[in-house]
């Protein structure tokens, strides 16, 4: 009979007991964090739940029982002018036009930032490696700040209209893209880019031929996907005075009573917009990853 080493000892067992008793007291260990963790987050909820509602005007518990109230005063008043909902459909497509123009092309600037953003921080690409945090961090900082916080700080520099929405979601797009589109590049083979650093190839030739025929599928995924994103940002700064289809729901929702047959119109117009392009990006997207 041969003995068999287990342990550093030749011939000398492990103690099961022992490693059972630690892995038993470890898990009860992470109960015990997890279970103080859940109640500080419980605790902390509800005192700022009960902070939030000793505040409000009215109290939630007495205004949560009209919240239905002017949804259903919407809906009836434009139950009852149905039959003009088509004509509204059309009398708003020049606005719903200019918010997909500003989704477009604010998407197309932030996604050629982001290219160049996350190709200079991408480790074992980067072109100044101790610049890497440098650009990581300027891409988190264009992610924190809000796309209306953007726009309302120019809107006092430029004044309204779509072009300070533009530069406020583009500024946005090329952060949250550029993380995205850095964490794509780190994955890509490095031997096409040794091959041309090989031969003689710069930088910029190194990632045009090397790693963005790589990444170019996943890319261009996340940017279709940003630009669904981009549509409802750039109707959501519409009611900050950006024009396009969130200002006109603005003005008919400040009208009331009489116009609500519009503000029905415009939710429907631009629902239907959202879905169409859901649908197509949808289509693309996986034609692009997976090749169907």
Not at 223 to 234: D, G, M, T, Y
Request: charged share 15%; aromatic share 10%.
């Amino acid at each position: 009979m041969v003995d068999i080493a287990f342990g550093p000892e030749r011939g000398k067992r492990p103690d099961t007991a022992s490693i059972q008793d630690s892995y038993l007291d470890m898990v009860r260990r992470k109960r015990m964090y997890g279970g103080i963790l859940l109640a500080l987050f419980i605790a902390t909820l509800a005192s700022g739940w009960m902070l939030a509602d000793s505040r409000n005007a009215g109290g939630f518990w007495n205004g949560i029982l009209n919240v239905f109230d002017f949804p259903s005063e919407v809906v009836a008043e434009a139950w009852v002018k149905r039959a003009l909902i088509p004509a509204l459909f059309i009398d708003h497509i020049p606005a719903l036009i200019e918010t997909l123009n500003i989704a477009a092309v604010a998407t197309l600037l932030g996604g050629v930032a982001a290219m160049s953003l996350s190709l200079l921080a991408t480790r074992g690409l980067a072109r100044w490696p101790r610049m890497i945090p440098v650009f990581r961090r300027s891409m988190d900082a264009l992610r924190a700040i809000p796309e209306i916080v953007i726009a309302l700080v120019l809107i006092y520099i430029l004044g309204g209209g779509p072009v300070p929405a533009v530069i406020a979601i583009a500024l946005h797009t090329g952060g949250a893209l550029g993380k995205l589109f850095s964490e794509v590049a780190e994955n890509a083979d490095l031997k096409p880019v040794e091959g041309l650093q090989s031969v003689g190839a710069s930088w910029t030739q190194q990632m045009w031929l090397g790693v963005i025929p790589q990444v170019a599928p996943n890319w261009l995924s996340y940017a279709l996907l940003r630009f669904e994103i981009n549509v409802r940002a750039s109707a959501i700064l519409g009611f900050v005075g950006e024009g396009g289809i969130g200002h006109d729901l603005k003005l008919a929702m400040q009208w009331g009573q009489g116009r609500y047959d519009e503000v029905v119109a415009i939710f429907l117009l631009l629902f239907f917009a959202i879905v169409v392009i859901d649908r197509t990006s949808d289509h693309f997207r996986n034609r692009l990853v997976k090749g169907r």
